[in-house]
């Protein structure tokens, strides 16, 4: 009998702007391996089922996207520390073909990019973090386990910025973390003390059939050449705001790290093996500019 192949996938809805498709493949066919990864759309009343066929049908390892982050945790067997302290799930791993772990690796893949990609370290760094949505939550709740020495989260609807400085102040003993309104004023406050300003809100992000998004958060004399200054947006890869740091002589880290970074994690979780990060990156990039032109 042939061997079976070992299944991976993604759960999300809709699932439009996925890039998870094109870099697990391309990491399964250049290493040989005996995978294959199938993009599943799942409506949101069919997770439950959709979750017990991972156990039944014995698949692997399945990304998880929006809007099933948060709803998949009570179906889940187990949360590592990362997915309980940010109470979201993106990846879930089959063990011993019976228990689900339902991971976190959206923060470690920024952190890795950061050390990786322009080789600072979030220890001691004071942090101005713009949004309070998934994506800001795991990497305020990361930034602030791995030792940032304070945060400041900015967010258009305050109180979820507040609230979100809570959880992490809750969850992780020890942080100094405040929550506040994202107003030009305050923004520039926060920017003039920090060494790393990240944008964690989707503004910037290239939208099919729209004009291009050409607004920024931060005003441009507020960024300084000592910043480091972050995007999760990474469609197109240089957004307004990092288009605005680069010419403030400002270094700049685009979002595409964090993408094949949280990848790379859910990747050696599942299969054992490394993801070819290089090759991985030039195909992403390939894609993005094919998308836009
Ligand atoms: P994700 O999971 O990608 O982080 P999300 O959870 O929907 O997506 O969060 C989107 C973030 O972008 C939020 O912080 C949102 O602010 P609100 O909480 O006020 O909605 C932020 N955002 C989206 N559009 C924005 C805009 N035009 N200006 C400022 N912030 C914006």
Redesign the pocket.
């Known amino acids: 009998m042939a061997e079976v192949v070992k299944a991976l996938g993604i759960f999300g809805y809709p699932l439009a702007h996925s890039m998870s498709h094109l870099m697990y493949s391309t990491a399964i066919k250049h290493l040989g391996i005996n995978f294959q990864f199938q993009p599943y759309e799942v409506k949101p009343e069919h997770l439950p089922a959709a979750v017990e066929g991972v156990r039944a049908m014995g698949i692997r390892g399945v990304c998880v996207t929006?809007p099933h982050?948060g709803a998949i945790i009570p179906l889940l067997d187990e949360l590592t520390e990362d997915a309980r302290l940010m109470r979201a799930v993106n990846v879930v791993c089959l063990e011993d073909g019976e228990r689900l772990v339902g991971h976190n690796t959206d923060g470690i893949g920024f952190v890795t990019s950061m050390r990786k990609d322009v080789g600072q370290d979030p220890k001691g760094k004071r942090i101005l973090l713009?949004?309070?949505?998934?994506?800001?939550?795991a990497i305020a709740v990361k930034l602030a386990v791995e030792g940032a020495s304070h945060i400041s989260i900015l967010?258009?609807?305050p109180s979820?910025?507040e609230e979100l400085a809570e959880h992490v102040k809750d969850q992780v003993p020890g942080s100094e973390v405040e929550g506040g309104a994202?107003e030009t004023e305050q923004v520039g406050r926060f920017a003039k003390e920090a060494d790393i300003i990240i944008n964690?809100?989707?503004?910037g992000m290239w939208k099919k059939g729209e004009p291009p998004?050409k607004?920024t958060?931060v005003p441009s004399e507020q960024i300084m050449p000592h910043h480091l200054v972050c995007d999760?947006v990474y469609n197109p890869l240089l957004t307004p705001l990092l288009c605005s740091a680069k010419r403030r002589k400002a270094k700049v880290l685009t979002g595409l790290g964090m993408i094949i970074y949280q990848g790379a994690e859910a990747f050696r979780r599942w299969t054992g093996c490394e993801l070819p990060v290089q090759l991985v990156r030039r195909r992403l990039i390939r894609a993005l500019s094919q998308a836009g032109s």
């Open positions: 929006i982050k713009l949004g309070a949505g998934g994506a800001a939550k967010n258009r609807t979820k910025a994202l964690g809100t989707s503004v998004d607004s958060l999760v």
